[in-house]
């Protein structure tokens, strides 16, 4: 049984308890047709994943077969799987933010203007086959597949928490160590300050050694430099890959259609810079 879809409960009756605690403070956690498009995607992302996660453990099973290491198992090899599973999960999100065709999948994720528990379930329907992608080494590595999937889990429902207003700064050591939601909601940020930060899901380490952290100081001001400003689940999932498309299309050569793709979403061919200093301030009106 995969953990994720016993924990859809849970997030349920938080989502609730969200809800009625902020409308009682006075002030609105949720904006219902916005809520409603989060739940779009996660139920096309959930469609995708009963097929795909299939193939994809079916690969993994195969790889590790050809395993480099044997790391044998038990709790140790369990943990060591979850810490380097969240560090190429840093990777490959950080990836997102700076790969045009990447952040195709991982805009959904960043479309809504709320941060709450809703918007951590709001998940793209191709987001599973880009995460594929970086996934591939661990079983080669020595890591089993089956650990891989349920510390995948674990990191999943991990990441569910940081997504909300209602819990501030914690004790300093769990915010140098661990990734909390004054951080995430940073991550979630149009501010200059807070864009491409605080990439990582479980362990804030990573981006304190790799150079991409940021504080929560300033009022973040969530979604996009240019919102999509639409709740249509189709636009919420495909507006982007479609540009990327048509950009391509018209782009004269197989070489710059290839950049387009490949480039961070603010590069311009035309210039070749980018025009934008990240992928969110990329994001256009739809």
Known sequence: MDLKVLALPVFAVLMLAEALITALQGREAYE?????????????????????????????????????????????????????????????????????????????????????????????????????????????????????ASAGAIATIYGFWTHTEMIRKLWWPLEWFFVTPSHHRAHHGSNPEYIDKNYANLLIIWDRLFGTFAEEQAPVRYGLINNINTFNPLRIAFAEWLKLFRESAGSGSLQTAGRLWLKPPGWDPVTNRETNMDAAVAARQY
């Open 32 to 148: 219902w047709r916005d809520f409603a498009g989060s739940m779009s995607q996660l139920a096309m992302n959930i469609a995708v994943k009963l097929g795909f996660d299939v193939l994809i453990i079916g690969l993994h099973l195969w790889l590790y077969q050809f395993r480099i290491f044997d790391l044998g198992h038990g709790p140790a090899q369990w943990l060591l799987t979850l810490v380097i599973l969240d560090l190429f999960f840093y990777w490959y999100h950080r990836a997102s933010h700076r790969s045009r065709f990447l952040w195709c999948a991982h805009v959904v994720h960043h479309s809504s203007k709320r941060m709450n528990f809703g918007t951590a379930l709001r998940q793209s329907p191709t987001g599973p086959f880009t995460r594929a992608l970086f996934y591939w080494p661990l079983p080669l590595l020595g890591f089993d597949p089956l650990v891989i």
